[in-house]
């Protein structure tokens, strides 16, 4: 085990450096299934999509529903299937950038496969580790699974329309969080409704910003 | 990898013996994180309390949050942490075992690690598993997750309460069920409204019920 992480250390460090030539900003998005990483993702390329150019790789089991959601926005979508395995590595992510114009992308999305644990083991050279919390899930899950919300710099608590039907305690979550991870930035929103995007958009745009001046 | 689940497969085996010794009936829950594994239980257990003898195995990455949830309907549990393995395996629960006294138990739960996808590749010498599939999740998750629905006799649809707010079309659910494993039986219930539980433990409870005339 510690030599396969070793082997993706040393090819996430690779992917870093393509991704460092062409200028690209990448946003790991973890999560459970079903946590909302597809439609966070819809609306942030939306909200995105006129001063950005975006490109999507998409990491599931089986299947392509996912990059089919992205493609539909007129934004360029890879589908990676892992074939059982429970998460993205370096070497499959390695494999999918072929497919993609890196030079015409700003900021490259890898959404990882629906696990809240075992991604959160595999560096794949990204700039910002993003892992979704949904309202549903519980509160108690940040606790019960740790190594996601340490190693994240962003959690977004989603689905927060569903608060009143739900056992979720927004401020347990964000002190759980801050526990586990001080540095961490917490968005709460909804993708449904819109609530707090904005802010987390906001935050991303100035993360893209600041790397493409720091690119020069 | 072949190795390890063949290692599994004759542990397994052996959990089997010994349960099959002990007249246990042994149930393998799965689900995502916060699909209700843990509330699907205490609502079983409540209602099946006076006339069965159970036990509980709680499988989670750390903490004993939930075999405390157990513990407090007056029912033996066993945590068991897998230190940051995403399932478990046939030695983790063997290793439980003695903390039990399996010869009063009826009705042996386990619960696995909060996950869709490795927990479905290991046997733990159950009779009957169980996966949970959340509304909040979405009626996609069959399809992209299929191994675990092509490995489980019974599905339980939970969280139907929250129908008229999230997208989940239970047809649509229950179709692709059918076409991955047209054997299994599908319950659709809320842990929250008491919704279709009563079904699901009809069904449970004439499953101990058998294997207890089977075992003579």
Partial sequence: ??????????LAQELRKS????????????????????????ETIRRLKKDIRMAVIEGDIVG??????????????VQINTGGTCHLDARMVKSALPELDLVQVDLLFIENVGNLICPASFK?????????????????????????????????????DLLGAVDFNVEQARSDIQDINPRSEVFVVSCKTGQGLDSWVAYLREKVREASRRAG
Wanted: zero cysteines; hydrophobic letters at 40%.
């Fill in 1 to 10: 085990m510690q030599n396969v992480m070793a082997v993706n250390d040393l």
């Fill in 124 to 160: 794949l050279g990204e700039d910002l580790r993003v892992v979704l919390l949904s309202t549903p899930e519980g509160n108690d899950k940040v606790k019960k699974y740790p190594l996601a919300f340490r190693e994240s710099q962003v959690v977004i608590v989603n689905k927060v």
């Fill in 64 to 77: 392509d529903q996912d990059a089919r959601r992205i493609a539909a926005l007129d934004i360029p979508a």
């Fill in 19 to 42: 991704f460092d030539q062409n200028k690209n900003y990448v946003v790991n998005l973890l999560s459970s299934p079903g946590s909302g990483k597809t439609s966070l993702l819809e």
